[in-house]
């Protein structure tokens, strides 16, 4: 089905290892953005990216770096994962960052769940 | 900046309850609003959606409309089932940010 890939769906990594989220779409969509879930919290953007070629800090962006690859793919990368970044990540992505105010919402992956032991 | 604010619950109703979650916003400008679910362990998945005031978006048996004048967009469903249980998050885009903010979520158990 078209739609957000995300990989991996869980991972288990040890304080201070590194790795990458990856996430494609097959929608042509312009934007591009990477949302951490937290109990209580909700929805939290860390980064996101309008279009090709250009990225931009959101809401919690400390302890993560992302990869706007081409059109289609968004990684998300922890250099050195520490215990508060256990969460829930997803990402989404919507057809143009200024056409969202006409209502066409976005599209979620199924997330990524990441424990840092 | 942009803010939602949604009751947090949790909400428990039994089976063909009526149910409301509040939501209101703070935003500039004119945002569109939006609602989406979480069914358990999967991704959010847009429910419905308003763009301008005084619009009633639908979808499933649930509505919402646009009051501008007092700044919410809440959920309402007249019976739910117990397929409903799910996490609801209201959200807005537009105005001076377009992309979206979301509440913290509700999340509502439905009973047989």
């Known amino acids: 089905n078209a739609g957000v890939t995300q990989t991996p769906k869980f991972q288990v990594l040890k304080t201070g290892q590194s790795m990458t989220l990856q996430c494609a779409q097959d929608m042509n969509h312009n934007s591009m953005y990477w949302y951490r879930q937290d109990p209580g919290m909700g929805l939290r953007l860390i980064y996101y990216s309008a279009s090709e070629g250009t990225t931009d800090k959101g809401e919690v962006p400390n302890g993560y770096n992302v990869s706007r690859l081409n059109k289609r793919e968004f990684s998300l990368r922890l250099e050195s994962a520490a215990p508060s970044q256990t969460s829930v990540y997803f990402c989404a992505s919507s057809s143009s960052g200024r056409t969202d105010s006409l209502g066409y919402g976005y599209t979620f992956g199924s997330g990524t769940r990441l424990t840092v032991v | 900046g942009n803010s939602v604010t949604q009751m947090e619950g949790p909400v428990t109703l039994s089976e063909e309850a009526f149910l409301t979650i509040n939501c209101t916003y703070t935003a500039t400008g004119y945002p569109s609003l939006f609602w989406y679910v979480q069914y358990p362990g999967e991704g959010l998945q847009l429910l419905l959606k308003?763009?301008?005031?005084?619009d009633k978006g639908s979808n499933k048996g649930f509505e919402a409309t646009y009051r501008k004048e007092t700044t919410s967009f809440h959920l309402e469903k007249g019976s739910v089932q117990v397929s409903d249980s799910a996490v609801y998050f209201c959200?807005?885009?537009?105005?001076?940010?377009?992309?979206?903010?979301f509440g913290k979520g509700t999340l509502l158990t439905v009973n047989p």
């Open positions: 959200a807005l885009s537009g105005g001076s940010n377009y992309k979206l903010t």
């Open positions: 308003a763009t301008k005031a005084d």
